[in-house]
């Protein structure tokens, strides 16, 4: 930091501004062998008495000690050394063999990750932290995507669910509003007991339990963990007789929303080439799912022409892509001002 004493300024002025506690008594110094410097004095108890110099023609004020020049070199401040580019680190992606079913209770899948590698936050106990949101939309009287509520709970089991009560949405429970149309408000009432999230040691889970409405779902984690192009939409209905019962109820569809660990390794693999993986790690965490209209594949609309639709987002996998995200943009910045 370049120093605030410059030629032409009053010997006193480059230490006017430094703070002193308020209980602290001032002291005034003479230049070191002057006849006038005060000596210290001492009360009876031998403690040492604040010296205050009376100014007079024979005691004038005397300025403080100024330092003496500080020799500042290229070497002492390191501006000669230049200073290492950051690297990305780059490592061979592993391959997983991933069940799809669900695993049988109490024997968790498991991968190791060594101690430099991105690791997933330890989890909060469950139902003490927001882990999922929903945000609804509809199309609207313009045919324009229109946004609706946000749901978000912290309960590690919630159902998405359509017009059939009017009770109105819970923590574990989320009822899809009024539509715009009346074929927005028939699909919601079709939608029913809807499907239920659910979300097991950072495993995320979504089962169909509609009888009557078809639902169509794009997950990119689910698609890649199962050898499927990312943007494929998979249709799932259950079997139900004509009035509506299910058939199988022992037998919901559940497919695997995301996976913690598995998502861990996935941002490991991305940082040998971490700018062209971004998109893809971000949408690992979002799943989107349509109500009764298909759109993607061999249908020719797109998700924002169906009538009703929402995004459901895992906050844990997006706090982690977050900081995989400032960490490699940072560097990236860093390198090319270098």
Request: with cysteine; proline share 8%.
């Amino acid at each position: 930091m370049p120093s605030k004493h410059t030629e032409g300024m009053s010997s006193h002025q480059w230490w006017d501004d430094i703070p002193m506690p308020e209980d602290t008594p001032m002291m005034t110094r003479s230049i070191p062998g002057s006849s006038t410097e005060p000596s210290p004095q001492y009360d009876e108890n031998h403690s040492v008495a604040s010296v205050i110099s009376q100014p007079g023609p024979s005691n004038p004020p005397m300025a403080p000690m100024t330092p003496g020049p500080v020799v500042i070199t290229f070497e002492r401040l390191n501006l000669n050394h230049s200073q290492p580019e950051l690297q990305p680190v780059l490592e061979e992606p592993e391959c997983y063999c991933i069940e799809v079913n669900k695993p049988m209770p109490g024997v968790p899948q498991k991968l190791e990750l060594r101690s430099d590698e991105v690791e997933m936050e330890e989890e909060e106990p469950e139902g003490g932290v927001t882990w999922c949101h929903v945000q609804t939309f509809q199309l609207g009287v313009k045919k324009k995507a229109q946004a609706k509520e946000v749901f978000q709970t912290s309960q590690p089991t919630f159902t998405i669910e359509g017009g059939i009560t009017t009770v109105g949405s819970t923590s574990s429970r989320m009822q899809l509003t009024c539509g715009n149309s009346s074929k927005i408000q028939g699909i919601h009432q079709t939608f029913g007991e809807g499907i239920r999230m659910t979300k097991e040691k950072g495993t995320v889970w979504l089962t169909v339990l509609t009888a009557k409405c078809v639902v169509f779902i794009q997950s990119p984690f689910f698609n890649h963990i199962n050898g499927k192009p990312l943007d494929t939409v998979i249709r799932v209905q259950n079997e139900h007789d004509e009035l509506g019962n299910l058939l199988h109820e022992d037998k919901l569809p559940t497919i695997k929303l995301f996976d913690s660990e598995l998502y861990a390794s996935e941002l490991n693999a991305a940082r040998s080439d971490p700018i062209n993986r971004m998109e893809t790690m971000e949408a690992f965490c979002k799943t989107r799912v349509s109500l009764a209209k298909g759109f993607n594949g061999d249908y020719a609309k797109k998700i924002y022409d169906t009538q009703s639709w929402f995004v459901i987002t895992i906050a844990e996998g997006m706090n982690a892509f977050d900081n995989f995200h400032r960490h490699f943009t940072s560097a990236q910045e860093i390198g090319s001002r270098s």
